[in-house]
C-alpha cells in the first residue's frame, strides 16, 4: 500500500468537495446520498441482488439515528476500494488482499492502545509485511471523531531542536514538542531515532500518552553492498509505515481513527526521508564519503548520492528480510493495476507525480502513462483536516457538550 509512494508529506488531494469535508459542531451532515451511491455500487461490483432492500433499511436508520451502522462486509469492501481509489499510491495492484481488523466497538484509549500494538504485530509478521487497516468507531455526524491519534504514523522519530540544528526528524518537531508537554520524558541526550510515544485521544478521554510498544517495532540499520563506510553513518530505518491520522470514508461515514499500512517502496526512505533538506539531509555525508565535489553542480553529486542512499536502503531491507518494493518492479505492477482497471471498466484515478516518485523515474514503466482520472472520488482516505495538537474544544469537551444539548 505505497500511499504516499515517494513523495512527503500529507498535504490535501485534489481539492475537497462538500462530500469530503468533515461534519462542523452545528451541523450534521446527511450521509444518504453517498450511502446511496456506495450501496449501489457496491451491490453492482460483486453482483449481488437486492440493493434496493439495503438502501431502504439504511435509508430508514439514518431517518431515525442520522446515520447507519455499515455491516463487516460493507465496510471491508468500502475500506478497499478507498485504497484502490488513492491517486498517490503506486501500490495499488494489492488492493484486494487488504486485511481489515474491525474494531468499532473499541472506544477507550486502553482498548485502542492495545489494538494499536495488535496492528503492529499482525502487519509486521516478521518482516513479511501485510497491508492491514484497523478500524474504530465512525465519527458522530454532528460532533465529529470519537477518537483520534495525533501522531501522524504509529511508527515515528522524535525531532529536536537544538540552537540551529535539528537532532531527529525534522518533520516531527511539532509532535515531539505536544508529547513533551503532554509529560513524555524523552530520551535524556536527544538521538536522531528515538521512537515516539502515541498520543490518543477520545470522545470520553483527554489526550492520552501511549509508549509505543518497542519490541513490536522493526528497524533496519543502513548499509551499502560496495562501501562499508555507509555503516558508519549509522542511519536505520522503521519496517513499517502506518498511517494514523487519515480519515476514511465510505458511503457518507467518516472512520477519523482508522489506522493502516502498507509496505516502503524503496524511494520513500531512500530519496525522501534520508535526502530531504528538510529531513535527514544525508546528501552532503554521503558525497563526502564517496569524495564528490560539491562545488560542482555538473558532477550531478547529488543525484550521485541520492542513488546510493536508495541501494542501501533496498540491499538493507532485502538483507534483513523486510519486504520493500523496488521501485521500476513496483511501476511494472502499476500498470499491471491499471489495466485491470480498464477491464474492470473503472476509471484509474492517479496522480503522476507521485506514481512516478523515483530517483530512477526515467526509466519506469508507468513514466509514459500520463493519462489518469485525477478526481478524487470517495470511498478513500483524506488528509488529517488540521492538526489535532491541543484543540479547542477537544473531543472529550466536544462531545460532552453535545450530550447536555440533547
Ligand atoms: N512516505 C511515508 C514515509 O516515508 C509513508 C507513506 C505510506 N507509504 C506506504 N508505502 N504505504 O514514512
Known amino acids: 500500500m505505497a500511499l504516499g509512494s515517494a513523495a512527503s508529506g500529507y498535504s490535501?488531494?485534489?481539492?475537497?468537495?462538500?462530500?469530503?469535508?468533515?461534519?462542523?459542531?452545528?451541523?450534521?451532515?446527511?450521509?444518504?446520498?453517498?450511502?446511496?451511491?456506495?450501496?449501489?455500487?457496491?451491490?453492482?461490483e460483486r453482483k449481488m441482488p437486492r440493493a434496493a432492500d439495503r438502501i431502504a433499511a439504511i435509508l430508514g436508520e439514518i431517518a431515525a439515528t442520522g446515520t447507519y451502522w455499515q455491516t463487516p462486509d460493507e465496510l471491508a469492501h468500502g475500506a478497499k476500494v478507498a485504497w484502490r481509489q488513492s491517486v498517490r499510491c503506486i501500490g495499488r495492484v494489492r488492493w484486494a488482499g487488504l486485511k481489515i481488523r474491525d474494531r468499532r466497538t473499541v472506544t477507550t484509549t486502553t482498548g485502542i492502545a492495545s489494538e494499536l500494538a495488535e496492528h503492529l504485530r499482525v502487519a509486521d509478521n516478521g518482516g513479511r509485511i501485510r497491508s492491514v487497516l484497523t478500524v474504530f468507531a465512525?465519527?458522530?455526524?454532528?460532533?465529529?471523531?470519537?477518537?483520534?491519534?495525533?501522531?501522524?504514523?504509529?511508527?515515528?522519530?522524535?525531532?529536536?531542536?537544538?540552537?540551529?540544528?535539528?537532532?531527529?526528524?525534522?518533520?516531527?518537531?511539532?509532535?515531539?514538542?505536544?508529547?513533551?508537554?503532554?509529560?513524555?520524558?524523552?530520551?535524556?541526550?536527544?538521538g536522531r531515532f528515538d521512537l515516539l510515544p502515541w498520543v490518543v485521544e477520545t470522545a470520553t478521554e483527554e489526550p492520552t500518552l501511549v509508549d509505543a510498544p518497542r519490541h513490536l517495532v522493526r528497524e533496519v540499520a543502513l548499509t551499502h553492498p560496495d562501501h562499508p563506510?555507509?555503516?558508519?553513518?549509522?542511519?536505520?530505518?522503521?519496517?513499517?509505515?502506518?498511517?494514523?491520522?487519515?480519515?476514511?470514508?465510505?458511503?457518507?461515514v467518516n472512520y477519523s481513527c482508522a489506522p493502516f499500512n502498507g509496505h516502503y517502496l524503496g524511494d520513500e526512505i531512500g530519496t525522501r526521508n534520508m535526502c530531504d533538506a528538510?529531513?535527514?539531509?544525508?546528501?552532503?555525508?554521503?558525497?563526502?564519503?564517496?569524495?564528490?565535489d560539491t562545488e560542482d553542480e555538473s558532477s550531478l553529486w547529488r543525484e550521485h548520492a541520492a542513488l546510493l542512499i536508495n541501494q542501501a536502503v533496498l540491499h538493507s531491507f532485502r538483507a534483513a528480510g523486510v519486504r520493500i518494493s523496488i521501485p521500476n518492479d513496483e511501476s511494472e505492477m502499476f500498470m499491471r493495476f491499471c489495466e485491470g482497471?480498464?477491464?474492470?471498466?473503472?476509471?484509474?484515478?492517479?496522480?503522476?507525480?507521485?506514481?512516478?516518485?523515483?530517483?530512477?523515474?526515467?526509466?519506469?514503466?508507468a513514466v509514459h502513462h500520463r493519462y489518469y482520472d485525477t478526481r478524487v472520488p470517495n470511498p478513500n482516505f483524506w488528509p488529517a483536516p488540521r492538526t489535532p495538537f491541543f484543540s479547542e474544544p477537544n473531543l472529550r469537551e466536544r462531545h460532552a457538550a453535545s450530550r447536555q444539548e440533547g
Open 12 to 44: 490535501p488531494v485534489g481539492s475537497p468537495t462538500s462530500q469530503t469535508t468533515t461534519p462542523s459542531a452545528e451541523v450534521a451532515e446527511d450521509p444518504s446520498s453517498e450511502a446511496v451511491e456506495f450501496i449501489s455500487a457496491y451491490y453492482a
Open 229 to 252: 563506510w555507509f555503516a558508519d553513518l549509522q542511519l536505520r530505518w522503521h519496517a513499517l509505515p502506518v498511517i494514523a491520522n487519515m480519515r476514511l470514508r465510505i458511503g457518507g
Open 138 to 190: 465512525a465519527d458522530h455526524p454532528r460532533t465529529g471523531p470519537r477518537a483520534r491519534i495525533w501522531n501522524d504514523q504509529l511508527i515515528r522519530y522524535g525531532g529536536w531542536q537544538l540552537n540551529d540544528e535539528v537532532i531527529g526528524d525534522p518533520a516531527q518537531l511539532e509532535m515531539t514538542s505536544a508529547a513533551v508537554k503532554l509529560g513524555w520524558q524523552p530520551p535524556s541526550t536527544p
Open 341 to 365: 482497471e480498464e477491464r474492470a471498466g473503472r476509471p484509474v484515478y492517479g496522480d503522476w507525480s507521485w506514481i512516478n516518485g523515483s530517483v530512477g523515474w526515467a526509466a519506469l514503466h
Open 278 to 292: 528538510d529531513r535527514y539531509n544525508q546528501l552532503r555525508p554521503v558525497a563526502a564519503g564517496l569524495g564528490l
